[in-house]
């Protein structure tokens, strides 16, 4: 069974940091994209960063360039979203998704990922 699993999200004052994680298992780790997308309430879910493997680089969503940033642990099977300088507009819901064609493409579409973890919630006070 493949099974994602966000957890790190929290209430945190403006400027302040977050490290997410998205634990994964039930597939082969290194075969697979994993993409990290937000959503809030009454918008559609975006996409914040994305490691890509066919081409080896992680690709960031321009407004969040500078300040996220994505790293892996192939041990742990976990990839983490480092949040720095938060702000009120970084609030939504976070999730990381699992695309199995990640040696093909890099996708910022959210109905072409196979597998969602259920989400951790990040609030950011002013």
């Known amino acids: 069974e493949v099974l994602l699993v966000e957890s790190g999200g929290g209430l945190v004052q403006a400027g302040g940091s977050l490290r997410l994680s998205c634990a994964a298992s039930g597939f082969t780790f290194d075969d697979w994209n994993i993409g990290w997308f937000r959503q809030v309430p009454g918008k559609e879910r975006e996409g914040v960063a994305i490691?890509?493997?066919?081409?080896?680089?992680?690709h960031y969503k321009a407004s969040v360039k500078g300040r996220f940033t994505v790293s892996r642990d192939y041990a742990k099977t976990t990839v983490y979203l480092q949040i720095d300088s938060l702000n009120p507009d970084d609030t939504a819901v976070y999730y990381c998704?699992?695309?199995?064609?990640?040696?093909?493409?890099?996708?910022?579409?959210?109905?072409?990922?196979?597998?969602w973890g259920q989400g951790t919630e990040v609030t950011v006070s002013s």
């Open positions: 490691f890509s493997l066919s081409d080896g680089m992680t």
């Open positions: 998704a699992a695309d199995k064609h990640g040696r093909l493409r890099t996708t910022w579409m959210p109905d072409l990922y196979d597998y």
